[in-house]
């Protein structure tokens, strides 16, 4: 299961309470106060584990809580802090406040990591206030109570380029060509429900990440289809790969315009991202004859590929790696 929103509350543990205690031993009368102190609360921290990439982890656990520090103990004992409650969430998880929705931490790289609660601190025990006027106190003090909040967690997935388009033009066909992703494929549209990552290896050594989307269709900023809200993962891509079916029995030009008002209704600035634009299932004949029709009507520098019979691919990472 795929999940890249979550909101969850969480709380750092609280400090212990300090000790109220006096020493008492055998031919040592008065010993005087020896009450410890609490322990400090374990902080909440979040941080990114490269071996995630989805939050659905955090989605059953609505509460986190952090285990609270231990009282003090009599014979200056101080209690034991309460243990720090980690959270692991993938790189490129954006954690806001759910109420102000402003942002805490962009979460980018693996191993970034964030305090985000800070746990109580623990209270003082009696001896603490000992003074020479009040030599024995019976009063300590209570542990501080663990921060506490609301956090609004977002996965935008890394990738360098994403595939976008209608649904059925082949995008997931063409990442499973690419890369080692499965994503299912099938004769007809939103096959792909959520969005896969594959790394693909080029030659001498270079790689670059790829995300499969879900089909965008036309009214999707408003709702239609399966929506817009999954091209947040091409946000911080760094190039849109815009795959069109050729075989198509509407004109291309006009496929091509319907996904570029959507990403443009989406955000003005992903519409500006560089992109390259791949014509596929050119190995059925309507589309040979459709690429020719329109080619002249299509961003320079389109590709004609056969995703089936992996023709064109090689120009494509070629065109990919050249704008990376
Ligand atoms: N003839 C031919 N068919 C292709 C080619 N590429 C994909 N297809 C077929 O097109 C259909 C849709 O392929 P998918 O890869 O599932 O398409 P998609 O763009 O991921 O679709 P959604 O996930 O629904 O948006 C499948 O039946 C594929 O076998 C190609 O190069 N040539
Ligand atoms: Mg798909």
Redesign the pocket.
Known sequence: MFKDEVTVYVRAGNGGQGCVSFRREKYIPMGGPDGGNGGKGGDIILTANPHLNTLYHLSHHQRLIAPNGQPGGSNNCTGKDGKDLVIEVPPGTVIRDREHQNILKDLKESGDSIILCEGGRGGRGNKVFATSTNQSPRYADKGAPGEERWLYLELKLIADVGLV?L????????ITRLSAAR??????????LEPSLGIVAMEDDRSFVMA?L??LIEGASHGRGLGDKFLRHIERTKLVAH?IDG?SAEPLDMLYKIIRKELSLYSPKLAKKPAIVVV?????PEAASNFKKYRAKLPRGTVA?????RTGLETFLKQVWRKL
């Open positions: 388009g649904p059925n033009a082949g995008k997931s066909t063409i994503p299912k494929i099938a004769p007809y549209p939103f096959t792909t499969d879900p089909g795959i075989s596929n299932k050119m190995d059925l590929v056969s995703a089936i019979k």
